[in-house]
């Protein structure tokens, strides 16, 4: 595997600064249209250009398949789910501006907005975990390897991911195994069959996917795939079960980018009813 220096490891200031950008790319509906704000060449926006050029030209197949094989023996760590969250709040970083949130109280808003809307309690345990898999980064992996838009890898890149042009760089795009429109895939083989970019959905995914109900993991495992929830971009590879359930993927795509306020949730108000809330789902504790 390729070795990185420090800023191919956080090109980003904080993991959150990938998650402002996408606010600027999928506006709530009420505000400017989305076309207005696609400015790619403001310089304030260096460094997220910098964290796709990298994610871009490194999220290859062979390169996910190798994380894979990392990461899902879960070897890492063992931890109740709650004590994981506490682990994911050591990646708070002080020099983000934009919020004094912690990951923990994040996803409790994510949660608390859900279940204000009346959902059930699988939906509000989801909007709960669904960040967790960012303790890949308390493990040592580059920030583009653990948020960022996802794509499938093993066929030809979309031009409707964001940056398209930096794929470029990457070597899959002129390897003829995996350049072409469906690449490794048969058509309409179902996303179940496809390898995602990694990062912290996939990882996540596989943490859950013996526990949770099936639209709960359809909105972990996808809900950064904005090039076909968003774009659909990648019809051709989906089968009729994805798109029914994607459905649920954007009916939580809104709680996740609309629900933060300055406003800290009390999070001792709250333990126990999501402690409760885990316990129903979760086993005691997970292996990461």
């Known amino acids: 595997m390729t070795a990185f220096n420090n800023s191919e490891l956080s090109p980003l200031s904080s993991l959150e600064q990938w998650e402002d950008d996408l ?80 990951q923990l109280q994040h996803l409790l808003q994510t949660a608390e907005a859900i279940r204000a809307d009346g959902h059930p309690d699988w939906f509000v345990l989801t909007g709960f975990l669904h960040d967790m898999g960012k303790v890949l980064c308390l493990f040592g992996e580059p920030q583009w390897a653990v948020v960022g838009d996802t794509f499938p890898v093993g066929c030809k890149h979309s031009d409707k991911i964001v940056y398209p042009e930096f794929f470029v ?77 994607f459905n649920w993927v954007r009916k939580f795509n809104p709680y996740d980018l609309y629900s933060k306020s300055p406003k800290p949730p009390v999070v001792s108000e709250l333990k126990p009813y999501y402690e409760d809330l885990i316990a129903k789902y979760l086993p005691a504790t997970i292996r990461l």
């Open 169 to 245: 760089n990457n070597p899959d795009s002129h390897d003829e195994r995996y350049n072409t429109k469906y690449g490794v895939y048969d058509p309409n083989c179902g996303l179940r069959n496809v390898h995602m970019s990694w990062g912290h959905d996939e990882y996540l995914y596989n943490i859950t996917k013996d526990y949770l109900p099936e639209p709960a993991l359809y909105m972990i495992r996808y809900h950064s795939f904005y090039a076909q929830h968003r774009e659909e971009a990648y019809d051709h590879l989906m089968d009729d079960h994805d798109r029914a359930m």
């Open 23 to 102: 606010l600027i790319r999928y506006p709530e509906p009420e505000h400017k249209a989305k076309e207005a704000y696609r400015n790619y060449d403001s310089p304030e926006r260096d460094t997220v250009r910098e964290f796709y050029r990298l994610n871009h030209t490194y999220q290859t197949y062979d390169f996910v398949r190798a994380k894979e094989r990392e990461f899902l023996s879960f070897d890492k760590k063992e931890l109740p789910v709650w004590g994981a969250m506490e682990f994911l709040n050591t990646l708070v970083d002080d020099s983000d501006p934009d919020t004094d949130l912690d």
